[in-house]
């Protein structure tokens, strides 16, 4: 008996599909690893929600494969042949109808009710002793209050790890949508309605968000950075959000807060102790934060100077208007905000 | 259009140029033939329009076009591409096909149907207008409120949205009716309803979600029409009205909207699939009654578009059950199809692989689709690229390449001169590669975090390579678009003439000749059973013989034919209702002057036939 060698047909579908389940890992590590990924939950919410995800993944890959695989069979099993016959003029048949409708509906069991349980677990009513924060999208930027703390800063959220963080979130112009992937899915942020969300970080770190509901001009420049402290670190940040600004006698600085003072910049913004306007983001920590614009760039003097020279160049459309400061006048403002740590 | 005319059923009497007996024809393949060619020129603009924004964003932080050009630019994509290329172009299909699968020599309403037609063109003209005043619309094809108020939106962007939409809901309402009243009334005798071929099942579903549809989309866009022009607060929130008034309104008739785009398609597959397999489509009755069950809960599923803005566990766990169910209909229909297959003797032709392709991909984004049925999961990946890959899966891996198929398929019958099947597969090929390459990797870019409707990115989030990847893809498809056109300009004069029955197919409509006569049936076919034309050749389901050949047609007949004379007036109305309309954006004067230019030429409209039939002179 000779033992039958493997066709060259099947060779090939062999590495086919070795290349395909190669490709597919690298994929899969590539969706991993990465700054604003899904699929690497690092909160409750997100591990919740990645269970479910996974569900319905490995149900839909079967069904996936299942119908995929059973149209190229069939087409390839009845292509017609010279010489065929008609084929045999069959019009239905009921019980195989039936079964396979039944089948549908069973396999959607599977994936509803866990959903439905998640839906609930997901959205309960915070407690007193969870970690409080009002969020604010405005376009094109952020704001966090948290009450508890009587801190107000913008673009980058800082919360403790374990501790359930209940986000309340309004929107004083138009819609947007909060959203940190790593640590779970978004939740819109409605113009004169308070929305809720919650989750408790379980790894520290920091992750980018970002605006997800189209917004106007700038929605794809809305980002912000969020910084999940380990235990104890959280309470320094806090105190030292708390304490008044650090000022540098550097004389440039002081030529910049002197300036600031001065100018149309007291309008909107607030350093503590020196203006109180509204519109604008919270500076009295300016300096300790690591990006600027709503996590467009570095929070570097240059960067800082550009930004205020001509803010709608960095952020098309933005809210803060070109003062036509000078070159000079602008590095001095940069200066003073890089240092109120 | 001269090369067409040529070969044009309908040419009217010699004295008329051509160009007038096109404006003034109420001849519904001609109808349906302007409807396909206008539909593919703007699938061509929307097609352009993507191919800018994919070329933005093949690396991070580009600057080839600005935020703002961005912003018009996804936004015009997706309101062209939905109602100005695929509706229009499943127009086209209803135009061309409903009277001959029924067996009908016209629509219920031919110059009703001539009235869709012009006003759809002028509502597709009047939003790309909008291009030439450098105020393209830039609040997203949802248009969302409060960003689509006088206060965020000052310019005229929104207007000629807003105006263009109403327009082009007019034009769908009337075929709607005029399509329901023709499926209705119209059928040759013997061809009851469970007879009708099943392209002509889903087109009616499709006519029923119109009518239904539209006035939802009609009402947000007048509120926001007061809004904006008469100071009205209803999606105003710092007055107490509310923009998701809009949203439970826009979805109310967005996501039936989904259906209006995806039925015609799958009732192309359901003709297509049994004809190359020469079986009859597996369990018809089924497959309709998912049709009607789809559009049915097309209805109760809206808000599944709105998991994120927060309204509660409760409607979160009913919407997800309401949408997931439509995954039952819709999986029994894919069965169905293969089953339909199984069995049979495949002739692999372009049609064909057209059809196979919309099996393929469609199942794709259905599946995706019940990924984010569950709202937790659809909090991850809603306003992702996630949901853009989706939605491309079952509306270009559903929709276009449903009505591709049709085109491939029933080209003959409207041209008389087959598709090149070298070119068309050629076409397949490089369509199907394209968009795979496009858009699966923009699953991935979704789960990595991408958001829709962004113009640039920062470098260091891991999205640069797929998104270069998914650029490359949208060029591939263009190319098979190229090769699309070619071939029709190839064929037009050397084409393979196709004789009236070139696919050995089923139903009505290849019974007569390619081009058809102006007045389609010589004589009005009696029904026997469904798929009566195969009967006629191969004897009917029950072992019975073929039929035997009728009495050839006299020419006594033929003169006795009456078919329905030209008409100018639903031309001239439309210009006068878009002069009306673009009163809104200048002044009151135009209002009023459009307004009763209007309603003269309704009025005229009405009262034409009443005029002695000589004054026609037909």
Same mark, same amino acid.
């Given at each position: 008996?000779?033992?039958?060698?493997?066709?060259?047909?099947?060779?090939?579908?062999?590495?086919?599909?070795?290349?395909?389940l190669?490709?597919?890992?690298?994929?899969?590590?590539?969706?991993?690893?990465?700054?604003?990924?899904?699929?690497?939950?690092?909160?409750?919410?997100?591990?919740?929600?990645?269970?479910?995800?996974?569900?319905?993944?490995?149900?839909?890959?079967?069904?996936?494969?299942?119908?995929?695989?059973?149209? !190229?069979?069939?087409?390839?099993?009845?292509?017609?042949?010279?010489?065929?016959? !008609?084929?045999?003029?069959?019009?239905?048949?009921?019980?195989?109808?039936?079964?396979?409708?039944?089948?549908?509906?069973?396999? @959607?069991?599977?994936?509803?009710?866990?959903?439905?349980?998640?839906?609930?677990?997901?959205?309960?009513?915070?407690?007193?002793?969870?970690?409080?924060?009002?969020?604010?999208?405005?376009?094109?930027?952020?704001?966090?209050?948290?009450?508890?703390?009587?801190i107000?800063?913008?673009?980058?959220?800082?919360?403790?790890?374990?501790?359930?963080?209940?986000?309340? !979130?309004?929107a004083p112009?138009?819609?947007?949508?909060?959203?940190?992937?790593?640590?779970?899915?978004?939740?819109?942020?409605?113009?004169?309605?308070?929305?809720?969300?919650?989750?408790?970080?379980?790894?520290?770190?920091?992750?980018?968000?970002?605006?997800?509901?189209?917004?106007?001009?700038?929605?794809?420049?809305?980002?912000?950075?969020?910084?999940?402290?380990?235990?104890?670190?959280?309470?320094?940040?806090?105190?030292?959000?708390?304490?008044?600004?650090?000022?540098?006698?550097?004389?440039?600085?002081?030529?910049?807060?002197?300036?600031f003072?001065?100018s149309?910049?007291?309008?909107?913004?607030?350093?503590?102790?020196?203006?109180?306007?509204?519109?604008?983001?919270? @500076?009295?920590?300016?300096?300790?934060?690591?990006?600027?614009?709503a996590? !467009?760039?570095?929070?570097?003097?240059?960067?800082?100077?550009?930004?205020?020279?001509?803010?709608?160049?960095?952020?098309?459309?933005?809210?803060?208007?070109?003062?036509?400061m000078?070159?000079?006048?602008?590095?001095?403002?940069?200066?003073?905000?890089?240092?109120?740590? | 259009?001269?090369?067409?005319?040529?070969?044009?059923?309908?040419?009217?009497?010699?004295?008329?140029?051509?160009?007038w007996?096109?404006?003034?024809?109420?001849?519904?393949?001609?109808?349906g033939?302007?409807?396909?060619?206008?539909?593919?020129i703007?699938?061509?603009?929307?097609?352009?329009?993507?191919?800018?924004?994919?070329?933005?964003?093949?690396?991070?932080?580009?600057?080839?076009?600005?935020a703002?050009?961005?912003?018009?630019?996804?936004?015009?994509?997706?309101?062209?591409?939905?109602?100005?290329?695929?509706?229009?172009?499943?127009?086209?299909?209803?135009?061309?096909?409903i009277?001959?699968?029924?067996?009908?020599?016209?629509?219920?309403?031919?110059?009703?149907?001539?009235?869709?037609?012009?006003?759809?063109?002028?509502?597709?003209?009047?939003?790309?207008?909008?291009?030439?005043?450098?105020?393209?619309?830039?609040?997203?094809?949802?248009?969302?409120?409060?960003?689509?108020?006088?206060?965020?939106?000052?310019?005229?962007?929104?207007?000629?949205?807003?105006?263009?939409?109403?327009?082009?809901?007019?034009?769908?309402?009337?075929?709607?009716?005029?399509?329901?009243?023709?499926?209705?009334?119209?059928?040759?005798p013997?061809?009851?309803?469970?007879?009708?071929?099943?392209f002509?099942?889903?087109?009616?579903?499709?006519?029923?979600?119109?009518?239904?549809?539209?006035?939802?989309?009609?009402?947000?866009?007048?509120?926001?029409?007061?809004?904006?022009?008469?100071?009205?607060?209803?999606?105003?929130?710092?007055?107490?009205?509310?923009?998701l008034?809009?949203?439970?309104?826009?979805?109310?008739?967005?996501?039936?909207?989904?259906?209006?785009?995806?039925?015609?398609?799958?009732?192309?597959?359901?003709?297509?699939?049994?004809?190359?397999?020469?079986?009859?489509?597996?369990?018809?009755?089924?497959?309709?009654?998912?049709?009607?069950?789809?559009?049915?809960?097309?209805?109760?599923?809206?808000?599944?578009?709105?998991?994120?803005?927060?309204?509660?566990?409760?409607?979160?766990?009913?919407?997800?059950?309401?949408?997931?169910?439509?995954?039952?209909?819709?999986?029994?229909?894919?069965?169905?199809?293969i089953?339909?297959?199984?069995?049979?003797?495949?002739?692999?032709?372009?049609?064909?692989?057209?059809?196979?392709?919309?099996?393929?991909?469609?199942?794709?984004?259905?599946?995706?689709?019940?990924?984010?049925?569950?709202?937790?999961?659809?909090?991850?990946?809603?306003?992702?690229?996630?949901?853009?890959?989706?939605?491309?899966?079952?509306?270009?891996?559903?929709?276009?390449?449903?009505?591709?198929?049709?085109?491939?398929?029933?080209?003959?019958?409207?041209?008389?001169?087959?598709l090149?099947?070298?070119?068309?597969?050629?076409?397949?090929?490089?369509?199907?590669?394209?968009?795979?390459?496009?858009?699966?990797?923009?699953?991935?870019?979704?789960?990595?975090?991408?958001?829709r409707?962004?113009?640039?990115?920062?470098?260091?989030?891991?999205?640069?390579?797929?998104?270069?990847?998914?650029?490359?893809?949208?060029f591939?498809?263009?190319?098979?678009?190229?090769?699309?056109?070619?071939?029709?300009?190839?064929?037009?004069?050397?084409?393979?003439?196709?004789?009236?029955?070139?696919?050995?197919?089923?139903?009505?409509?290849?019974?007569?000749?390619s081009?058809?006569?102006?007045?389609?049936?010589?004589?009005?076919?009696?029904?026997?059973?469904?798929?009566?034309?195969?009967a006629?050749?191969?004897?009917?389901?029950?072992?019975?013989?073929?039929?035997?050949?009728?009495?050839?047609?006299?020419?006594?007949?033929?003169?006795?034919?009456?078919?329905?004379p030209?008409?100018?007036?639903?031309?001239?109305?439309?210009?006068?209702?878009?002069?009306?309309i673009?009163?809104?954006?200048?002044s009151?004067?135009?209002?009023?002057?459009?307004?009763?230019?209007?309603?003269?030429?309704?009025?005229?409209?009405?009262?034409?036939?009443?005029?002695?039939?000589a004054?026609?002179?037909?």
């Open positions: 008996m000779i033992k039958r060698l493997p066709s060259a047909s099947s060779v090939r579908t062999a590495i086919l599909l070795t290349g395909v190669l490709l597919a890992t690298s994929c899969g590590w590539s969706l991993w690893d990465n700054p604003m990924t899904t699929v690497r939950p690092r909160s409750d919410f997100g591990r919740w929600t990645d269970e479910i995800f996974m569900l319905i993944s490995w149900t839909t890959l079967v069904i996936f494969i299942a119908v995929e695989g059973g149209l !190229l069979y069939v087409c390839w099993r009845f292509r017609d042949r010279p010489g065929a016959p !008609l084929p045999r003029q069959i019009h239905g048949h009921t019980v195989l109808e039936i079964s396979w409708t039944i089948a549908f509906a069973l396999v @959607l069991l599977i994936i509803g009710i866990p959903t439905i349980k998640i839906i609930f677990k997901t959205q309960e009513a915070p407690a007193a002793t969870d970690l409080h924060v009002e969020v604010a999208g405005k376009q094109w930027w952020w704001e966090f209050k948290y009450p508890q703390f009587n107000t800063t913008a673009n980058e959220l800082h919360l403790p790890v374990g501790q359930t963080a209940a986000f309340f !979130l309004n112009d138009v819609i947007h949508s909060f959203w940190i992937p790593h640590l779970g899915g978004k939740r819109d942020v409605v113009p004169h309605r308070v929305n809720r969300l919650m989750m408790t970080p379980e790894v520290p770190g920091e992750y980018p968000g970002q605006c997800a509901e189209y917004c106007g001009m700038s929605h794809a420049n809305m980002r912000f950075r969020v910084i999940v402290h380990p235990k104890g670190e959280f309470e320094q940040w806090v105190r030292a959000q708390q304490a008044p600004p650090a000022e540098s006698n550097d004389p440039l600085a002081q030529q910049g807060k002197s300036l003072a001065q149309a910049c007291v309008g909107c913004h607030t350093i503590a102790g020196v203006s109180a306007g509204q519109i604008g983001p919270n @500076l009295t920590h300016f300096g300790g934060r690591k990006s600027l614009a996590n !467009l760039m570095p929070n570097t003097p240059a960067n800082v100077a550009r930004w205020i020279e001509n803010p709608d160049h960095m952020k098309p459309g933005a809210r803060m208007p070109n003062l036509g000078t070159g000079e006048q602008s590095q001095a403002l940069a200066a003073y905000l890089l240092s109120l740590k | 259009m001269a090369t067409q005319a040529a070969f044009m059923p309908g040419a009217e009497t010699k004295t008329q140029s051509v160009l007996s096109w404006l003034t024809t109420v001849d519904h393949k001609r109808i033939i302007l409807y396909g060619s206008s539909a593919f703007l699938f061509l603009i929307g097609g352009i329009e993507a191919l800018i924004m994919r070329l933005q964003l093949a690396r991070p932080d580009n600057t080839l076009v600005g703002q050009t961005f912003n018009e630019l996804f936004t015009m994509h997706g309101t062209t591409m939905v109602f100005m290329a695929i509706m229009p172009m499943s127009a086209a299909f209803f135009n061309f096909m009277p001959l699968m029924i067996g009908a020599r016209d629509v219920a309403f031919p110059r009703l149907n001539a009235l869709s037609y012009w006003i759809f063109l002028s509502g597709a003209l009047f939003v790309n207008a909008s291009w030439l005043f450098g105020v393209a619309p830039d609040g997203g094809w949802f248009g969302y409120a409060n960003l689509s108020s006088a206060q965020f939106s000052p310019t005229h962007s929104i207007d000629f949205w807003m105006l263009g939409l109403q327009i082009l809901g007019v034009s769908s309402m009337l075929a709607g009716f005029n399509f329901i009243v023709t499926i209705i009334n119209m059928r040759a013997g061809m009851t309803l469970m007879r009708m071929p099943v002509i099942w889903m087109s009616l579903v499709t006519q029923f979600l119109l009518v239904l549809a539209f006035p939802a989309i009609t009402v947000a866009l007048i509120l926001l029409m007061f809004d904006r022009f008469f100071g009205t607060l209803f999606y105003v929130p710092s007055a107490g009205g509310d923009p008034l809009w949203q439970h309104l826009f979805w109310i008739f967005g996501h039936p909207e989904v259906y209006i785009l995806i039925l015609p398609a799958m009732g192309i597959v359901s003709e297509v699939l049994p004809t190359f397999a020469r079986k009859p489509l597996f369990g018809a009755p089924v497959v309709i009654y998912s049709g009607i069950m789809i559009g049915f809960f097309g209805f109760g599923v809206w808000s599944h578009h709105m998991f994120a803005v927060g309204m509660g566990p409760v409607a979160d766990s009913a919407f997800s059950i309401a949408t997931m169910l439509i995954a039952v209909p819709t999986g029994v229909k894919i069965l169905n199809w089953s339909t297959l199984w069995g049979g003797t495949i002739r692999f032709t372009t049609p064909l692989y057209f059809s196979l392709g919309f099996i393929a991909m469609f199942t794709m984004g259905g599946l995706s689709g019940v990924m984010h049925a569950s709202p937790p999961v659809d909090l991850q990946q809603t306003d992702t690229y996630f949901v853009v890959a989706h939605f491309h899966y079952v509306l270009f891996g559903g929709s276009i390449f449903g009505l591709f198929s049709g085109a491939y398929y029933w080209w003959p019958k409207i041209t008389g001169r087959l090149d099947e070298r070119l068309g597969k050629l076409h397949f090929w490089l369509m199907l590669i394209g968009f795979n390459v496009t858009f699966f990797p923009q699953h991935f870019l979704g789960l990595i975090g991408m958001p409707r962004i113009y640039t990115y920062a470098p260091d989030l891991g999205w640069n390579f797929w998104n270069l990847v998914s650029t490359i893809g949208a591939i498809i263009a190319v098979s678009f190229v090769i699309f056109i070619a071939n029709v300009i190839r064929t037009a004069r050397s084409g393979q003439v196709a004789g009236p029955d070139p696919w050995d197919a089923r139903t009505l409509e290849w019974s007569i000749p081009p058809p006569p102006v007045y389609n049936f010589a004589r009005i076919p009696e029904v026997h059973g469904r798929d009566d034309f195969w006629t050749k191969y004897g009917d389901e029950h072992g019975g013989a073929p039929h035997p050949q009728p009495a050839p047609v006299t020419a006594a007949e033929i003169a006795a034919i009456h078919m329905p030209t008409s100018y007036w639903p031309i001239v109305l439309a210009v006068g209702m878009m002069i009306m673009s009163g809104l954006m200048t009151m004067y135009q209002i009023i002057a459009g307004g009763l230019f209007t309603l003269f030429c309704m009025y005229q409209f009405a009262v034409e036939y009443h005029r002695p039939p004054a026609h002179g037909h």
